[in-house]
């Protein structure tokens, strides 16, 4: 199973740009990465998912590196309502979601 | 559409009590889950069911037990609760296809074992 590796936690100020970080450097090339937030008190939710093209919603945009070992998702405009724990999740397959400690962000005024 | 609903929202339980946690989800989805959460860490999968009539285990089974009642409903029986069940339990579902991983998530139901 891939491992993922987030930082702790992160600070950001409101209307500007989040950057989040995850490295997942032993991916094997049909794994997806994919990204879940949990805001407090709430079940998690999905953001997005790639494989090695860069991807983009109308919540988030996913930037994958060339060799696949790391992936950075942007809040383009974070608000006060995008703070919440962000998962970095490389499923092992077969149904299965495995939750890490994922990173803190926290937006401030 | 309510996506992913789930009963109760709150319980107590004395060690030794049973009770049964709902989940249904009107999406029309064939996979469904349930993880656990306890303070401070990221969910847990305890079972899960790919298709009606199918259940698996997953990571944390053991006291738990599950019924995929038809495509809509999947429930959580505790059948002798203990107080390392206190935690928050979160359904899931998912499309049969390529992204079994885009799971929706209900609410949750806050579970203390006293």
């Known amino acids: 199973d891939a491992k993922t590796t987030q930082p702790p936690s992160m600070d950001c100020a409101e209307g500007r740009a989040a950057n989040l970080p995850c490295n997942h450097s032993t991916i094997s090339g049909n794994e997806y990465v994919y990204w879940y937030r949990q805001i407090h008190s709430q079940g998690p939710q999905y953001i997005i998912h790639?494989?090695?093209n860069n991807e983009t919603n109308e919540m988030a945009s996913l930037i994958i590196t060339e060799d696949r070992k790391s992936s950075t998702l942007i809040l383009p405009h974070a608000t006060l309502r995008d703070t919440a724990v962000y998962y970095c999740i490389v499923p092992p397959g077969g149904n299965k979601l495995v939750f890490g400690a994922g990173t803190i962000l926290r937006v401030k005024s | 559409n309510a996506g992913v609903t789930q009963t109760p929202k709150f319980q107590v339980l004395k060690t030794g009590q049973s009770m049964t946690l709902q989940c249904a989800q009107d999406?029309?989805?064939?996979?469904m889950y349930w993880y656990r959460q306890d303070p401070g860490m990221g969910l847990r999968l305890i079972y899960y069911?790919?298709?009606?009539?199918?259940?698996d285990k997953g990571e944390v089974p053991n006291g738990y037990n599950v019924s995929r009642l038809n495509k809509r409903e999947f429930s959580l029986r505790l059948e002798s609760a203990a107080p390392s069940q206190t935690s928050v339990y979160f359904c899931a579902s998912s499309e049969v296809g390529r992204d079994l991983e885009t799971q929706y998530f209900g609410p949750g139901t806050r579970l203390l074992v006293l």
């Open positions: 790639g494989l090695k």
């Open positions: 069911s790919a298709s009606e009539g199918t259940t």
């Open positions: 999406m029309n989805h064939n996979s």
